[in-house]
């Protein structure tokens, strides 16, 4: 663990010595994001890298469902690529895991 200035913390020397690179070169980063634990969330998704395991919170699960379940029963003229469009890219995501397990 090395101490990054910036945050006033204690972060990995790792993480620290990419945070500092970027602060040279202008590259702006959010300490909220600086995320080392583990799992990790990944836009709703919890990733255990040292598990390799994808979770999903039982909340985003049930709202994951009731988009489904309400894009099947979508009754428009427009195109299903449209609908699809509408999701965002998480619920796409977890469709596409529920859909190959």
């Known amino acids: 663990m090395t101490f990054y200035a910036k945050y006033q913390k204690l972060l990995p020397t790792d993480m620290v010595s990419l945070l500092l690179l970027w602060d040279e070169l202008g590259i ?7 995320v080392y634990r583990s799992p990790l969330p990944v836009i709703g998704f919890e990733v255990d890298p040292n598990l390799i395991k994808i979770t999903l919170k039982e909340e985003s699960k049930m709202v994951l469902v009731a988009e489904i379940r309400e894009f099947a029963r979508y009754k428009s003229k427009r195109s299903v690529i ?3 469009l509408d999701l ?5 995501y977890g469709l596409i895991l529920r859909l190959e397990s």
């Open 28 to 34: 702006l980063h959010e300490e909220h994001k600086q």
């Open 88 to 92: 965002s890219y998480s619920q796409i």
């Open 82 to 84: 449209s609908q699809i």
